[in-house]
């Protein structure tokens, strides 16, 4: 019904920056929100950022200040602007959209992000 496809490089430096998408496509009537959580090995998977469709914002303490989450609505599309890279970051990064009337919640496949020292 609904499918998220995320995009963005995967190998980044320490104190760099990447670029992360996520497309939403599909039977969409409104999305209420989206955006990414991450997993390390070993770990739970956690909420990095979140953005509404009204443009409130919700970040994890780790990567305040560091990441940026905008949505192009007219597109369905949320991206993350990932700077200031940690090798702490590196994690597969899922997206995620909350959709329709029933709030259905969706994801992505997951994206690998490796940060180097």
């Known amino acids: 019904q609904v499918q998220l496809v995320e995009s963005g490089g995967g190998l980044g430096q320490a104190g760099g920056a990447l670029r992360r998408s996520c497309a939403a496509s599909?039977?969409?009537?409104?999305?209420?929100?989206m955006g990414w959580s991450r997993q390390a090995p070993g770990k739970q998977r956690d909420l990095v950022a979140s953005?509404?469709?009204?443009?409130?914002?919700n970040y994890a303490d780790y990567v305040k200040g560091r990441f940026t989450i905008s949505r192009d609505n007219a597109k369905n599309t949320v991206y993350l602007q990932m700077n200031s890279l940690k090798p702490e970051d590196t994690a597969v990064y899922y997206c995620?959209?909350?959709?329709?009337?029933?709030?259905?919640?969706?994801w992505g496949q997951g994206t690998q992000v490796t940060v180097s020292s």
């Open positions: 995620y959209a909350v959709v329709g009337i029933r709030a259905a919640s969706y």
């Open positions: 953005i509404t469709s009204g443009g409130s914002t």
């Open positions: 599909g039977t969409i009537l409104s999305i209420d929100a």
